[in-house]
T-cell receptor
Framework: AQSVTQLGSHVSVSEGALVLLRCNYSSSVPPYLFWYVQYPNQGLQLLLKYTSAATLVKGINGFEAEFKKSETSFHLTKPSAHMSDAAEYFCAVSEGGFGNEKLTFGTGTRLTIIP | DTAVSQTPKYLVTQMGNDKSIKCEQNLGHDTMYWYKQDSKKFLKIMFSYNNKELIINETVPNRFSPKSPDKAHLNLHINSLELGDSAVYFC?????????????FGPGTRLTVL
């Protein structure tokens, strides 16, 4: 089974600083990887996904992630943090066939922005 | 117009009771899911349905019974509620249920069992 590991359950950055949230995957086949964001008391929203096209994936709200096979990583970055970025971020890997896809999530990283 | 909606948003009940959570999606998707998020924010898939057919059942106790009356609805009925069932339950949907699909999540139902 495929899995993802998120390093750091809590990350704090100053407003305007670089955001880096780490995700490493474990998979015996080329993985399909996702980053989702969860704002307080809300459902999850897709930030971006890697589906074996370009290794640098751009998402919403200025986030991007780079798929690095040699490092089995898919870290999420944003050049300049905004207060509105404070949320829980989940990395996930997708597996399965037609009609039976399932997402396996990491344990999440809570991002706090310091004014 | 909400894409994936769930009712109720909050559910507080006593141990041993039976309760249901409803989910509807207006995206025209073929696949729907139930996820459980525990108190540590860990998300785990419970079930998935494709075109009203059960596809994934992740070793969930049989006290949990999903029902899909049509492609747009996936309800979750829970019998004999236990303290450990307290969690946030999320419904989601995707177009075809393939590995590259984006899943769209509902706002969640926070279940508290006393």
């Amino acid at each position: 089974a495929q899995s993802v590991t998120q390093l750091g359950s809590h990350v704090s950055v100053s407003e305007g600083a670089l955001v880096l949230l780490r995700c490493n995957y474990s998979s015996s086949v080329p993985p399909y990887l996702f980053w989702y964001v969860q704002y307080p008391n809300q459902g999850l929203q897709l930030l971006l996904k890697y589906t074996s096209a370009a290794t640098l994936v751009k998402g919403i709200n200025g986030f991007e992630a780079e798929f690095k096979k040699s490092e089995t990583s898919f870290h999420l970055t944003k050049p300049s943090a905004h207060m509105s970025d404070a949320a829980e971020y989940f990395c996930a890997v997708s597996e399965g066939g037609f009609g039976n896809e399932k997402l396996t999530f990491g344990t999440g990283t809570r991002l706090t922005i310091i004014p | 117009d909400t894409a994936v909606s769930q009712t109720p948003k909050y559910l507080v009940t006593q141990m041993g009771n039976d309760k249901s959570i409803k989910c509807e999606q207006n995206l025209g998707h073929d696949t729907m899911y139930w996820y459980k998020q525990d108190s540590k924010k860990f998300l785990k898939i419970m079930f998935s349905y494709n075109n009203k057919e059960l596809i994934i059942n992740e070793t969930v106790p049989n006290r949990f019974s999903p029902k899909s009356p049509d492609k747009a609805h996936l309800n979750l009925h829970i019998n004999s509620l236990e303290l450990g069932d307290s969690a946030v339950y999320f419904c989601a949907s995707s177009q075809d249920g393939v590995v590259t699909d984006t899943q769209y999540f509902g706002p969640g139902t926070r279940l508290t069992v006393l």
